[in-house]
């Protein structure tokens, strides 16, 4: 099935819905599992635990299928490849059901006991809770600096408050959910669009947990990706600061050719080679263009994957429902954002 951005919420819809995207976790989900249950079943509210599987090559899709078979409430959902997790999020936000939506990784670094804290505050009246993690259990110096520093830049650059902390780890009320599934950008940082639906929103911090097994899918590559995702996608500062640099280059350069005339005019017999000027001059202004052309490059890149209109994700459909891919070309109408990255 393609996807659509939005789909009807049936009459018969769980009032709480856990979504939580995975790709090669064979090993977590039933430690995750065994978590979860006691953990709903004190929230006391009927529930479903969706399941999306982002192209997994390890079994976990086919593991996920027999529990699923075993237990009504767990459901799957399985794209037909790899698309990136942001991509599976919101997969798994418009296949929802339920009136209050959570999201958390499948790799138990987001504590299942922090959910009853995360309904407490949606009933309070907030339509997103945003879980906060205090310190990365299993991250380095230097990830933790660059994470901070990046969410740092990132407020600066644009009129988006990112608390430093703030993962794919949060409660979506029905009503914010549905807002943010309107908004239907390729290129995604969810978390961005978290904040810029403006919706009332509250932070519980949350000490993260490490990675039960596996290793973590965002690598380096994948979350630079993210980074450029993010400042790109809700900042047109960088275009400003290429034109700034080039009129401090610009004034920098008339300044220096007014010096080369006075001292042709008032000192003639002054004989300059100026050859290690010139070259650094060009070199300077070369390394400028290109870097200019990098930034041109990457919003054209953006506007280049909106126009293709391609969904975000396509659903593998199942055996319960195999006619549904006979009608994917109708429902793909408003399909969103071109996938991050799991790595």
Not at 89 to 94: C, D, T
Not at 265 to 274: K, Q
Not at 308 to 321: A, F, G, S
Request: proline share 6%; charged share 20%.
């Amino acid at each position: 099935m393609i996807a659509g951005m939005s789909r009807a919420v049936p009459s018969d819809s769980p009032e709480l819905s856990i979504v939580i995207p995975v790709f090669n976790e064979r090993e977590n989900v039933d430690p995750l599992l065994a978590r979860l249950r006691p953990v709903l079943a004190q929230v006391g509210r009927a529930y479903e635990v969706l399941y999306v599987d982002d192209g997994s090559r390890d079994g976990t899709a086919d593991h996920i299928a027999a529990l699923a078979a075993a237990d009504p409430r767990i459901r799957l959902l399985r794209l037909s490849r790899n698309f990136g997790h942001q991509a599976a999020l919101v997969a798994g936000l418009a296949y929802a059901r339920g009136a209050a939506v959570i999201t958390l990784d499948g790799d138990l670094q987001h504590p299942p006991e922090l959910i009853p804290r995360l309904v407490q505050r949606w009933q309070a009246g907030d339509d997103v809770v945003q879980a906060i993690r205090r310190e990365p259990a299993d991250d380095n110096l230097l990830k933790r600096t660059s994470s901070r520093g990046f969410y740092r830049l990132l407020s600066a650059l644009t009129r988006l408050h990112v608390t430093p902390g703030a993962a794919d780890y949060r409660l979506l009320s029905r009503a914010a959910l549905t807002a943010f599934l309107a908004c239907g950008e390729r290129c995604r940082f969810n978390r961005g669009l978290v904040q810029w639906i403006g919706f009332p929103y509250s932070e519980v911090p949350y000490d993260a947990e490490p990675r039960y097994a596996g290793r973590s899918k965002y690598s380096w590559r994948a979350m630079l990706r993210l980074a450029g995702d993010a400042i790109f996608s809700f900042s047109s500062w960088p275009l400003r600061a290429a034109g700034l640099v080039g009129g401090v280059v610009s004034g920098a350069a008339a300044l220096y050719l007014l010096y080369v005339v006075g001292a042709r005019l008032f000192f003639p017999d002054v004989v300059e080679r100026g050859w290690s000027s010139i070259l650094a001059t060009v070199l300077i202004l070369g390394g400028l263009n290109l870097l200019v052309l990098w930034i041109l490059g990457e919003y054209v890149g953006r506007v280049y994957e909106e126009v293709k209109q391609r969904p975000i994700y396509i659903v593998r459909p199942t055996e319960r429902e195999p006619r549904k891919a006979e009608r994917a070309v109708a429902e793909s109408g408003g399909a969103g954002a071109a996938p991050g990255g799991h790595g």
